[in-house]
């Protein structure tokens, strides 16, 4: 990967981590409703998995969406906009925080239903697969989501069908409040994909590096045939469920551990030390992210309402004949 | 025209589509080695290949997770689903995804997708294989929902749902496979949504769709003989629905009675006559009257389940009744 790259993927980690907090102190202002789930701590897995892919794979996730919705490369002020419900985000108000997708950017959302989107993946695969389009469909999830029927349901069509897909399961060690080892009978997740034959992999997910190897090495595996695999990433997030989780299930010398493994200190040593950059270029471009973020809230907060008559618009598609996601 | 059974028009309309788009393909349990578990894919597997016509796993979120994907790749999926009654194992992805994908992502996604499933009782399946649920799954906005009555309404309406862009739900009926009907040589499709007169009268309006059609034309034709002329709206779509033909009708008989195979509480009927009161109110000489299933988990022995299920005398006691 050349330098420029490498140092785009901190600029995103960058980014994301402040959207993140923004949106935080937005929610707070009631300037954004619903369930807000912040992906600060976990920056890394979705940062990683998508600098691996091609423009040609599919991108599928959660409801922890916003950061892998930047990394597809949606821009932060439709990010913002969506998150204030405004005509200009990605959804045009209509999906909110859960429900973000760019499908020209082959980001297929931003799913809120646990679990639910796995079958979806395997779908997005078969129709590559069917269509002959040498495309992989990356799915993440979180640990929570392989306790669930449709994990299971969706692992094994996908292994019956050679799927070309890759499964993440994003191990951040509770599924709401509840432990790993509290929910899930076994704590290793990518032990539940040896039932159904299926190739597994655990990576350190605070590490942005590994990940990206490990999944660019599993794209062009699957891409080439190997049929499905899952990839571990074990990480943490280092702010709630979501936004008023009262966090009685975890210590706070737990969260300040893992704090001390943040993925964007760890990867900006990485770059230091490699003389990738140097700290006064992180500097400079963790100030020009703040910048960027500062454009996204105001570019939201001046962005019109969704016009009245959205409301009914997009129930149906009112055309037949050829879909064309452009 | 040529007189065929339902079983072959909706194997028709899906063999039809499938040699004329390739992106076509079939999903579910049974639909190929086996022949579909009710024939009516049955020659399919040998003829499109199992890359077309492909067997899953008895997963039925798999099954409409996997439609609802590839469906969002550009191909036209066509689901089969047993039973309707296996489709709640699939509700989170029939109303939480397929119904609001391209509304909640502001228009983006686009599914063009049928899931086909028998419902309907009377086969002695008992109480968690004989349901007939169409009501709950006409609740949401973002669903189509198409259940024909007859042969030439399944083959037109079927070639028209896969042709559609939207997710449909597409619902038979496990007894009328058998039943014949006249079905119109060559191409041709029915519009979705649009409720049709079957039996043109003059004394009272029946409002009926799906199984309850043949019955309640049974039971027209013995009514006939009394000098009472029914006039016969047939939904065929309960979502979107229709409601101008039975208006239209209402305002000319004065009269409604509806009669559904599913349970009258929360049901179709209570939807139908509740857009009468509040449509045609003052041309009503009577209230309406709603024929339905008794509310009770459908049994297993024969003459008590027979006994829950609207049969043409609990049609024509419901039309007398109306009438006098």
Same mark, same amino acid.
């Given at each position: 990967?050349?330098?420029?790259?490498?140092? !785009?993927?901190?600029?995103?980690?960058?980014?994301?981590?402040?959207?993140?907090?923004?949106?935080?102190?937005?929610?707070?202002?009631?300037?954004?409703?619903?369930?807000?789930?912040?992906?600060?701590?976990?920056?890394?897995?979705?940062?990683?998995?998508?600098?691996?892919?091609?423009?040609?794979?599919?991108?599928?996730?959660?409801?922890?969406?916003?950061?892998?919705?930047?990394?597809?490369?949606?821009?932060?002020?439709?990010?913002?906009?969506?998150?204030?419900?405004?005509?200009?985000?990605?959804?045009?108000?209509?999906?909110?925080?859960?429900?973000?997708?760019?499908?020209?950017?082959?980001?297929?959302?931003?799913?809120?239903?646990?679990?639910?989107?796995?079958?979806?993946?395997?779908?997005? *695969?078969?129709?590559?697969?069917?269509?002959?389009?040498?495309?992989?469909?990356?799915?993440?999830?979180?640990?929570?989501?392989?306790?669930?029927?449709?994990?299971?349901?969706?692992?094994?069509?996908?292994?019956?069908?050679?799927?070309?897909?890759?499964?993440?399961?994003?191990?951040?060690?509770?599924?709401?409040?509840?432990?790993?080892?509290?929910?899930?009978?076994?704590?290793?997740?990518?032990?539940?994909?040896?039932?159904?034959?299926?190739?597994?992999?655990?990576? !350190?997910?605070?590490?942005?590096?590994?990940?990206?190897?490990?999944?660019?090495?599993?794209?062009?595996?699957?891409?080439?045939?190997?049929?499905?695999?899952?990839?571990?990433?074990?990480?943490?997030?280092?702010?709630?469920?979501?936004?008023?989780?009262?966090?009685?299930?975890?210590?706070?010398?737990?969260?300040?551990?893992?704090?001390?493994?943040?993925?964007?200190?760890?990867?900006?040593?990485?770059?230091?030390?490699?003389?990738?950059?140097?700290?006064?270029?992180?500097?400079?471009?963790?100030?020009?992210?703040?910048?960027?973020?500062?454009?996204?809230?105001?570019?939201?907060?001046?962005?019109?309402?969704?016009?009245?008559?959205?409301?009914?618009?997009?129930?149906?598609?009112?055309?037949?004949?050829?879909?064309?996601?452009? | 025209?040529?007189?065929?059974?339902?079983?072959?028009?909706?194997?028709?309309?899906?063999?039809?589509?499938?040699?004329? !788009?390739?992106?076509?393909?079939?999903?579910?349990?049974?639909?190929?080695?086996?022949?579909?578990?009710?024939?009516?894919?049955?020659?399919?597997?040998?003829?499109?290949?199992?890359?077309?016509?492909?067997?899953?796993?008895?997963?039925?979120?798999?099954?409409?997770?996997?439609?609802?994907?590839?469906?969002?790749?550009?191909?036209?999926?066509?689901?089969?689903?047993?039973?309707?009654?296996?489709?709640?194992?699939?509700?989170?992805?029939?109303?939480?995804? *397929?119904?609001?994908?391209?509304?909640?992502?502001?228009?983006?996604?686009?599914?063009?997708?049928?899931?086909?499933?028998?419902?309907?009782?009377?086969?002695?399946?008992?109480?968690?294989?004989?349901?007939?649920?169409?009501?709950?799954?006409?609740?949401?906005?973002?669903?189509?929902?198409?259940?024909?009555?007859?042969?030439?309404?399944?083959?037109?309406?079927?070639?028209?749902?896969?042709?559609?862009?939207?997710?449909?739900?597409?619902?038979?009926?496990?007894?009328?496979?058998?039943?014949?009907?006249?079905?119109?040589?060559?191409?041709?499709?029915?519009?979705?949504?649009?409720? =049709?007169?079957?039996?043109?009268?003059?004394?009272?309006?029946?409002?009926?769709?799906?199984?309850?059609?043949?019955?309640?034309?049974?039971?027209?034709?013995?009514?006939?003989?009394?000098?009472?002329?029914?006039?016969?709206?047939?939904?065929?779509?309960?979502?979107?629905?229709?409601?101008?033909?039975?208006?239209?009708?209402?305002?000319?008989?004065?009269?409604?009675?509806?009669?559904?195979?599913?349970?009258?509480?929360?049901?179709?009927?209570?939807?139908?006559?509740?857009?009468?009161?509040? !449509?045609?109110?003052?041309?009503?000489?009577?209230?309406?009257?709603?024929?339905?299933?008794?509310?009770?988990?459908?049994?297993?022995?024969? =003459?008590?389940?027979?006994?829950?299920?609207?049969?043409?005398?609990?049609?024509?006691?419901?039309?007398?009744?109306?009438?006098?």
């Amino acid at each position: 990967m050349d330098k420029k790259k490498q140092v !785009d993927l901190f600029m995103q980690m960058v980014l994301i981590r402040l959207l993140e907090e923004r949106a935080a102190e937005l929610y707070q202002d009631g300037k954004i409703g619903g369930f807000l789930h912040l992906y600060i701590g976990q920056e890394a897995v979705s940062t990683g998995l998508v600098a691996a892919r091609q423009p040609v794979d599919r991108v599928i996730t959660a409801y922890r969406d916003h950061g892998v919705a930047l990394n597809c490369g949606i821009e932060p002020k439709v990010i913002m906009a969506e998150l204030l419900g405004k005509a200009t985000g990605t959804s045009k108000g209509k999906g909110g925080s859960m429900h973000m997708a760019d499908v020209s950017k082959n980001f297929w959302g931003g799913h809120a239903i646990v679990g639910a989107h796995l079958p979806i993946a395997a779908g997005l *695969a078969l129709g590559d697969l069917y269509q002959d389009n040498k495309a992989v469909t990356v799915c993440m999830m979180g640990d929570g989501a392989t306790n669930i029927g449709y994990f299971h349901e969706a692992l094994n069509l996908s292994k019956v069908w050679n799927l070309p897909v890759l499964w993440v399961v994003e191990n951040n060690q509770y599924g709401m409040g509840t432990s790993i080892e509290r929910a899930s009978a076994i704590s290793m997740m990518c032990k539940k994909a040896y039932g159904y034959g299926i190739k597994t992999q655990r990576t !350190d997910g605070m590490d942005v590096v590994s990940v990206q190897k490990e999944a660019e090495r599993l794209f062009d595996e699957i891409r080439n045939g190997s049929g499905p695999q899952l990839l571990e990433a074990i990480t943490y997030r280092f702010r709630g469920h979501s936004m008023g989780d009262p966090e009685r299930y975890r210590k706070s010398d737990e969260v300040h551990q893992w704090q001390e493994n943040d993925p964007i200190g760890i990867y900006r040593r990485y770059l230091i030390d490699n003389d990738i950059a140097t700290a006064a270029e992180l500097d400079a471009l963790e100030d020009k992210a703040g910048v960027e973020i500062d454009a996204a809230v105001e570019f939201a907060e001046s962005s019109p309402e969704p016009a009245a008559d959205e409301l009914f618009k997009d129930i149906y598609v009112e055309e037949t004949g050829e879909v064309n996601h452009g | 025209m040529a007189k065929i059974t339902m079983r072959e028009a909706i194997s028709q309309a899906l063999w039809e589509e499938m040699e004329r !788009d390739p992106g076509v393909f079939i999903l579910g349990e049974e639909v190929g080695v086996w022949g579909g578990t009710y024939a009516v894919t049955k020659g399919f597997y040998e003829h499109f290949g199992e890359k077309r016509v492909r067997d899953t796993p008895i997963a039925e979120a798999a099954i409409v997770g996997a439609a609802i994907g590839a469906a969002l790749t550009g191909l036209r999926p066509v689901a089969e689903l047993m039973t309707i009654n296996f489709a709640f194992s699939a509700m989170d992805h029939i109303v939480n995804e *397929a119904a609001k994908l391209h509304y909640m992502f502001g228009g983006q996604m686009v599914l063009p997708l049928v899931i086909r499933t028998p419902g309907g009782g009377g086969r002695q399946l008992g109480a968690t294989h004989s349901q007939t649920p169409d009501a709950i799954f006409a609740h949401f906005p973002g669903l189509k929902v198409v259940a024909p009555g007859t042969p030439a309404d399944a083959k037109g309406l079927l070639k028209s749902a896969i042709r559609e862009n939207n997710p449909i739900l597409f619902i038979e009926n496990a007894t009328l496979y058998q039943m014949k009907g006249e079905v119109p040589d060559g191409e041709y499709l029915i519009p979705i949504g649009k409720s =049709t007169v079957q039996r043109p009268g003059k004394h009272v309006t029946l409002v009926t769709y799906s199984k309850m059609l043949p019955v309640s034309m049974e039971a027209c034709n013995s009514l006939a003989k009394e000098g009472i002329d029914v006039e016969v709206v047939d939904l065929r779509s309960l979502r979107p629905l229709d409601m101008d033909p039975v208006l239209e009708s209402v305002r000319k008989t004065n009269r409604a009675v509806i009669v559904e195979e599913g349970w009258k509480s929360f049901g179709v009927g209570a939807e139908v006559a509740s857009r009468i009161y509040e !449509d045609a109110f003052d041309d009503l000489d009577a209230p309406v009257k709603r024929v339905a299933q008794l509310e009770v988990p459908l049994p297993y022995n024969r =003459t008590l389940e027979k006994s829950a299920i609207p049969q043409t005398a609990d049609v024509i006691r419901a039309v007398r009744e109306v009438v006098q």
